[in-house]
């Protein structure tokens, strides 16, 4: 058994104490580094140390998509409450690369913690562009259903109303989003100076848009920023995996 070189514990506005406790125990039992791994920022380029294991608790789980688009191919081991298959099935990017994702159920024995470490492994390289790919697979669906929509409705007809076909297109889209991503569609921005949920901007921009005398072009640049918004934090959080390949 080939135990990992580091030990790291993710350090930002979402740190776990527990967490952070767990990974120095551990690199101090089986003697090994513990390291503090920083999240990363934009597009910015990260070196990450080979042959690692992250510990995370399971509110740190959502930070996982963006470490793994910057290249982090590091084991996941992860302190919860519940047990890793519930934890799959809410987290689909937690079941990717045979062997590099586990997790220790509430309450926690130091063996099983340590058992777990030693046995947990890397992504395989091709595994890990697999996982990126769809990662970024709501981008591209935003590219190609969202955006083509969105200009159809920014051109009115002959007699100045909305085109009936794309509205339909755009409620179709907007449920597709509500059913696959609803923690995003939960979460408050504020858009046009107007704090509410994604879903609540949509369903406010949507009714407006289908009434002729309240529509006007700034609907179409403010459901804009609402998907826009709704994509990044789909991408940040690796929510609704497989949705939209």
């Avoid at 910057?70 to 992860?78: I, Q, R, S, T, Y």
């Avoid at 509205?167 to 100076?193: F, K, M, N, Y």
Wanted: net charge neutral.
């Amino acid at each position: 058994m080939k135990l990992p070189r580091v030990v790291l514990v993710l350090i930002d506005e979402s740190s776990s104490p527990v967490a952070n406790s767990a990974a120095t125990v551990v690199a101090t039992l089986l003697g090994i580094e513990r390291m503090r791994l920083q999240q990363p920022i934009g597009k910015a380029k990260v070196k990450f140390p080979k042959q690692s294991v992250l510990v995370l608790s399971s509110e740190q789980i959502s930070r996982l998509a963006e470490l793994r688009l910057h290249g982090f191919d590091g084991a996941v081991l992860v302190l919860a409450s519940e047990s890793f298959d519930a934890l799959g099935a809410k987290h689909p990017i937690l079941l990717w690369g045979q062997g590099s994702h586990d997790a220790c159920s509430y309450p926690w024995k130091l063996p099983e913690l340590l058992e777990k470490v030693a046995e947990l492994v890397p992504m395989e390289p091709e595994n890990l562009k697999m996982l990126q790919k769809e990662l970024k697979a709501a981008n591209q669906w935003f590219q190609r259903r969202v955006i083509p929509c969105l200009r159809k409705l920014a051109k009115k007809q002959e007699n100045g109303a909305v085109d009936a076909k794309a509205l339909r297109s755009l409620a179709t889209i907007i449920e597709q989003l509500r059913a696959d991503t609803p923690v995003a569609c939960h979460a408050v921005v504020e858009v046009g100076g107007y704090s509410a949920q994604i879903q609540q901007h949509f369903q406010i921009l949507l009714e407006q848009m289908g009434q002729p005398d309240n529509y006007d072009d700034t609907q179409i640049v403010l459901l804009r920023e609402v998907f826009t918004k709704w994509r990044d934090l789909v991408m940040k959080a690796g929510e609704g995996l497989g949705a939209f390949s």
